[in-house]
């Protein structure tokens, strides 16, 4: 028994047996310790936000956090765009930086660097573990902070004589008690209330957990009874949607749109979500998308139980538990046949032929945002999203929720530019044969800043701005890109070729990519 070994002990103990990792020479003897505890399943990522990127998927499914194993300030550098998506998406998270030995570090080592301050824009907690002794203490009260809900970021640092120095046998293993999840104020129910019965125009903004079903339910009898509108965030942990679940429109991302869905709301009650703003700011253009009269009323924050929070305005209301709530509209499109392939035509597709229970991992960016249009009336699903706006996370996040959920098919629709930036999380699909179908929307071009520049004024884009926009010259090829990765792929332009290579990839099991030329 060493401080590795009660490290890793306190984590099973806890129910934290997976661990999503990339470690190098002062993580030896904790990967020692890990190859110890068989029940531990142990996850290679060939790059940091790989790891970061997968734990995150993995707790958006599995409601519990993964650990993650990281090397140094430099490895949880690598994996800190990820970990500001999971901060952003308050997922669940207990990361083991590993450090030089505390003597060590006064000799300012190549590797030497100040972990903590890397560490602490993207987490909500960081430790130090000073000792051997000190080690499961140190993980129970990571574990704590990370299962809060609705869910933190916790970085615990190992240094290397944390983990080596010997312990007692015995030595004893904390357990760590859930907090009880708070419930709002009959204030704020009342609030909401009464906004609802004006008659003025009042939307349900909904985020986090109140997408979830039985929050759903709540705000569904609520929208069909009152005539309210149920909206959600632009980005979303996960959302629960398809079959006889409630319909809640997303906020747009464009912010003219986003604008325009909100120009006539005069209460816009906040569960589980911030009051609106632009992803970023334009010139001339406002910060804040709701109208400036709007009142905005807190019915839960996100740290609240937000399906109570529901069902309290539903009774406040007087509508019964059993009353109907709102249905999804039929689907208003027709399937395409043949011809070209578009991005529209891929959205369809994927929707028509959405498998029951599929998990839906979404970094489509631009020619993904019809998708949600087009599946609200598809088979139940799960929805997950970039919700941070760093890119590079849609391929780790499928890995992750594969991990967490091994019987359901996981469907990554994946733009082709931020596809790069996890690239090797391909590899990771293939070694631990995650049942991972990733569709990649090649339009060769980060068409989302082509958009941007537009938006700043530059309608004709010059040589050296294209060159830093399109993806050309040469173009990437997925196929061979994948089958190095040791994921079979194969490439298609026409809308037949894709939905002959979809309803392929819907059939098998195990990682298969469909690069749809558009």
Not at 58 to 75: E, I, N, Q, S, V
Not at 473 to 485: I, K, N, S, V
Request: with cysteine; aromatic share 4%; charged share 20%.
């Amino acid at each position: 028994m060493n401080g590795a070994d009660s490290l890793c002990d306190t984590l099973l103990a806890n129910d934290v047996d997976v661990c999503f990792a990339n470690p190098g020479t002062s993580e030896m003897h904790f990967v020692a310790a890990l190859d110890r505890k068989p029940k531990m399943r142990c996850v290679l990522g060939l790059f940091e936000g790989v790891v970061t990127g997968a734990a995150d998927g993995y707790a958006r499914m599995a409601d519990k956090p993964a650990a993650t194993l990281l090397h140094l300030g430099p490895g949880l550098g690598n994996g800190l765009a990820n970990l500001h998506n999971a901060k952003r998406a308050r997922t669940p998270m207990v990361n083991i930086v590993g450090d030089h030995a505390t003597y060590h570090v006064q000799y300012d080592a190549p590797l030497t660097s100040d972990v903590e301050g890397v560490a602490r824009p993207m987490s909500h907690w960081v430790k130090r573990g000073m000792s051997a002794e000190s080690m499961s203490a140190d993980a129970a009260e990571a574990i704590a902070v990370a299962r809060r809900h609705p869910g933190n970021i916790a970085t615990l640092i190992l240094p290397a004589n944390s983990a080596w120095t010997e312990l007692p046998a015995d030595t004893a293993v904390a357990k760590v008690v859930d907090e009880a999840v708070p419930h709002t104020t009959i204030e704020a129910v009342r609030a909401a209330a009464k906004a609802i019965r004006s008659g003025e125009t009042t939307t349900l903004l909904l985020g986090s957990t109140a997408l979830r079903e039985r929050a759903l339910k709540a705000a569904g009898r609520i929208a069909r009874a009152t005539g309210v509108r149920l909206m959600s965030e632009t980005s979303n942990r996960r959302v629960e949607r398809g079959g006889d679940r409630t319909p809640v429109d997303r906020l747009p991302y464009p912010i003219d749109l986003a604008v325009a869905k909100l120009k006539d709301v005069r209460h816009l009650v906040l569960v589980g979500a911030k009051a609106p703003v632009g992803f970023f700011a334009y010139p001339g253009k406002p910060s804040l998308l709701a109208p400036e009269d709007c009142e905005k009323i807190v019915l839960a924050t996100v740290e609240q139980d937000l399906a109570h929070a529901l069902e309290w305005l539903a009774d406040e209301l007087g509508i019964a538990a059993d009353a109907p709530r709102l249905a999804a509209p039929a689907p208003a499109y027709e399937v395409p046949a043949s011809g070209k392939l578009t991005g529209a035509a891929v959205n369809i597709l994927v929707a028509h032929h959405l498998p029951e229970n599929a998990i839906v991992c979404d970094e489509s960016i631009t020619q993904g945002r019809e998708f949600p249009i087009y599946s609200a009336s598809s088979a139940p699903h799960d929805w997950l999203m970039l919700t941070g706006g760093a890119i590079g996370i849609g391929l780790p996040l499928a890995a992750g929720a594969a991990v967490a959920c091994p019987d359901r098919k996981v469907i990554t629709l994946q733009a082709d530019g931020s596809g790069m930036y996890t690239l090797q999380a391909l590899w990771t699909q293939a070694r631990e044969n995650l049942d991972c179908l990733t569709v990649i929307l090649a339009n060769r071009s980060y068409a989302t800043l082509h958009g941007e520049m537009k938006n700043v004024g530059v309608q004709e884009p010059g040589r050296n701005a294209r060159r830093m926009l399109d993806l050309e010259e040469p173009y990437l090829d997925w196929t061979h890109l994948a089958r190095g990765m040791g994921v079979e792929a194969v490439s298609v332009d026409t809308v037949e070729g894709f939905a002959r290579a979809l309803q392929d990839g819907l059939k098998r099991r195990g990682p298969f990519l469909i690069e749809a030329l558009i």
